[in-house]
């Protein structure tokens, strides 16, 4: 970052004063009023904003921080918020952070203190930027949402085989984004100027879609009053996708495979062979291997569309993924319907992370824009998912994340040789916040952990 912009929301101008001395490496941006910290953010999104909770009232009678707090949120998500808060506030404060704010820190002001969380949220967002980047360049298929390792690593095939003219065969559950993949096929190689024609084999037919498919001609069937060109014949130098290949019908499979042979097609009712220069792609969420075994897809077809197959791996296997496209999706379709959302419900972020999404991608994006449509606050709970958050009588959610949290922190400790600023650093939080998390944890801290520091 080529200049750190910190906004500070407070009316005291002694505090105001000394805030802009002891950060004159930073563009200190003061806004004395809730009205103040909002216009600041809209005109130069900060880096690091500091707000104090304990703020006049707003307008329904709560603390002006809070809706300073959500509306920072919302105008630049980016942006990390340290809440200020006075003795005995620590619930308010981890409350904060459950709904977006970085950090905390207890009044009366240690200015040392709050330089160190300051600083370390600079590094923090630093690093997030960085890795936003590397991930970005990870994933060489921008229209596909992921920072999955194993989706990531199906695009970087995609990429590779998009340079070549051989079949490849898309595998995996409906809803997975195997169009999304055969786009990129082609959009990434040199067929990307010809045309993407698409047809999935399940949803016409058998009689209209070896029309659809091949053409005709003229007088070829009753209500043929004109030559019309097929779906082959329109992808000519570009890509034909075959979505749904499983539901080929076995006579229209041997008239594909004789095409794939020799490269040429008649049009029903013609007796013209048409040469035709296509890449084919295929999916399926079929095992065409059981269904040759069964007699109900040929072999030698088999073979020919399946000169690389590729896996798309299902929602549920794509770690993190739920979480990222649920946020993508509500900011694409937030902003088609004109309506700001801070986010998600705790409760709906679990429920989004713990659902199986058995309909995949599909059902995520369906789900996440009748949540649009149909919610009513600016944040999206379970209720306007669909979804619930399922609970074990002896081992709830809440309790699984306090013994994530708790796991975590013993491990980074233990990393760390008990060094409190050592696994701050490793957890990414200031030395006060990791005092309060392992307090509220029960978490002891030994005085050789402390003299550590």
Not at 73 to 83: E, G
Not at 357 to 370: D, F, I, S, Y
Request: charged share 25%; hydrophobic share 40%.
């Amino acid at each position: 970052m080529n200049s750190n912009v910190l906004l500070i929301v407070e009316d005291d101008p002694d505090l105001c004063r000394q805030y802009k001395g002891a950060f004159a490496d930073c563009d200190v941006v003061v806004a004395p009023t809730h009205h103040e910290a909002v216009k600041a953010t809209k005109r130069q999104k900060p880096h690091v904003a500091v707000i104090d909770l304990g703020s006049p009232a707003d307008a329904v009678g709560r603390p002006e921080g809070w809706t300073t707090l959500e509306q920072i949120l919302q105008l630049s998500p980016q942006t990390k918020i340290i809440v200020a808060t006075g003795n005995g506030g620590k619930e308010s404060a981890l409350l904060a952070i459950s709904k977006g704010a970085h950090d905390f820190y207890e009044k009366p002001i240690d200015i040392e203190v709050l330089k160190i969380i300051i600083k370390q949220s600079f590094r923090v967002l630093e690093a997030e930027n960085n890795s936003a980047v590397q991930n970005s360049n990870r994933n060489p298929i921008k229209s596909l949402v992921t920072n999955s390792e194993v989706m990531l690593r199906v695009c970087k095939n995609i990429e590779r085989l998009s340079h070549t003219n051989i079949p490849v065969l898309l595998l995996g559950e409906s809803g997975t984004g195997k169009e999304v993949l055969a786009r990129a096929l082609h959009e990434l190689g040199p067929r990307a100027s010809g045309p993407f024609v698409g047809i999935n084999c399940g949803a016409i037919s058998e009689f209209l879609l070896e029309s659809e498919l091949f053409g005709y001609e003229r007088g070829a069937f009753t209500g043929a009053v004109k030559q019309t060109v097929g779906r082959i014949e329109t992808a000519q130098n570009g890509t034909l996708f075959l979505d749904e290949i499983g539901e080929l019908p076995l006579h229209l499979q041997v008239k594909l495979l004789r095409f794939l042979q020799e490269r040429i097609i008649e049009r029903v009712g013609g007796r013209r062979s048409i040469p035709v220069d296509v890449r084919i792609v295929s999916a399926t969420n079929r095992q065409l291997e059981s269904l040759v075994r069964e007699g109900k897809f040929r072999e030698d077809l088999f073979y020919r569309l399946n000169a690389v197959s590729i896996r798309v791996p299902p929602l549920r296997e794509r770690t993190g993924d739920s979480i990222l496209l649920a946020r993508y999706f509500l900011d694409r379709f937030g902003k088609d319907a004109r309506r700001r959302f801070v986010g998600f419900t705790d409760q709906a972020v679990e429920a989004v992370v713990n659902y199986s999404w058995p309909g995949n991608v599909r059902e995520l994006e369906n789900r996440v824009r009748r949540a649009v449509i149909m919610g009513e606050q600016n944040l999206v709970g379970v209720d306007d998912l669909e979804l619930s958050v399922e609970k074990n009588p002896e081992f709830d959610l809440r309790t699984a994340r306090r013994k994530a949290e708790r796991d975590l922190i013993e491990l980074a400790l233990a990393h760390s040789d008990g060094s409190i600023a050592r696994a701050a650093r490793l957890l990414q939080v200031s030395r006060p916040t990791l005092y309060s998390l392992m307090d509220a944890l029960g978490i002891k801290s030994s005085g050789d952990r402390r003299r550590a520091r």
